[in-house]
T-cell receptor
Framework: DTGVSQNPRHKITKRGQNVTFRCDPI?????LYWYRQTLGQGPEFLTY????????KSRLLSDRFSAERPKGSFSTLEIQRTEQGDSAMYLC????????????FGSGTRLTVV | AQKITQTQPGMFVQEKEAVTLDCTYD???????LFWYKQPSSGEMIFLIY??????QNATEGRYSLNFQKARKSANLVISASQLGDSAMYFC??????????????FGTGTKLQVIP
């Protein structure tokens, strides 16, 4: 078990381009979460998957954002028509049912929109 | 709604000394959990310690202990014998259990700790 893996670690993109990030959770974890962290702030909840079902989306997740978790394994987060305000660290975390001691986070993907 | 407040944007501590990072929270839920995470410059959020709202004893994990005062709604982190590698951002966080059993975690704004040799 290598923990939660996120790719890429860094992404620089031009405004208006689409980007996609990938998260591979811990294999036995059925719950997967995406968070966004802007400079000087704590992470903010974006969305939650239980297996392949997306059960909650934050109001922070505009129509330009979409997340998937096909087959309940890895997840992708896509941002369409990126804006400078999308620049942030995107963190993925996973946990298992009944686990209440917190998530295991990945190292994040740092997005810079220029 | 849940809210976490960390009033110390930055702290300095001498190596080998103990340091307390403050955290207060607000919730109307009777059942909740409190965490502390460490975030080094690499960006990864590292779980440090957990305290359940019904736990009678304060949580301890090695050099980390959580001073839980439920009536005052505070959950301060104490790091004993600070090391240079402790320099990082520290986030206090709280989770709430939603129907279906999943957790949504609310984070504070963090405290940047710098350990001085």
């Amino acid at each position: 078990d290598t923990g939660v893996s996120q790719n890429p670690r860094h992404k620089i993109t031009k405004r208006g381009q689409n980007v996609t990030f990938r998260c591979d959770p811990i294999s036995e974890h059925n719950r997967l979460y995406w968070y966004r962290q802007t400079l000087g702030q704590g992470p903010e909840f974006l969305t939650y998957f239980q297996n392949e079902a997306q059960l909650e989306k934050s109001r922070l997740l505009s129509d330009r954002f979409s997340a998937e978790r096909p087959k309940g394994s890895f997840s992708t987060l896509e941002i369409q028509r990126t804006e400078q305000g999308d620049s942030a660290m995107y963190l993925c975390a996973s946990s298992s049912t009944g686990e209440h001691r917190g998530y295991t986070f990945g190292s994040g993907t740092r997005l810079t929109v220029v | 709604a849940q809210k976490i407040t960390q009033t110390q944007p930055g702290m300095f501590v001498q190596e080998k000394e103990a340091v307390t990072l403050d955290c207060t929270y607000d919730t109307s839920d009777p059942s909740y959990g409190l965490f502390w995470y460490k975030q080094p410059s690499s960006g990864e959020m590292i779980f440090l310690i957990y305290q359940g709202s019904y736990d009678q004893q304060n949580a301890t994990e090695g050099r980390y202990s959580l001073n839980f005062q439920k009536a005052r709604k505070s959950a301060n982190l104490v790091i004993s014998a600070s090391q240079l590698g402790d320099s990082a951002m520290y986030f206090c966080a709280m989770f709430r259990l939603y129907s279906g059993g999943y957790q949504k975690v609310t984070f504070g704004t963090g405290t940047k700790l710098q350990v001085i040799p």
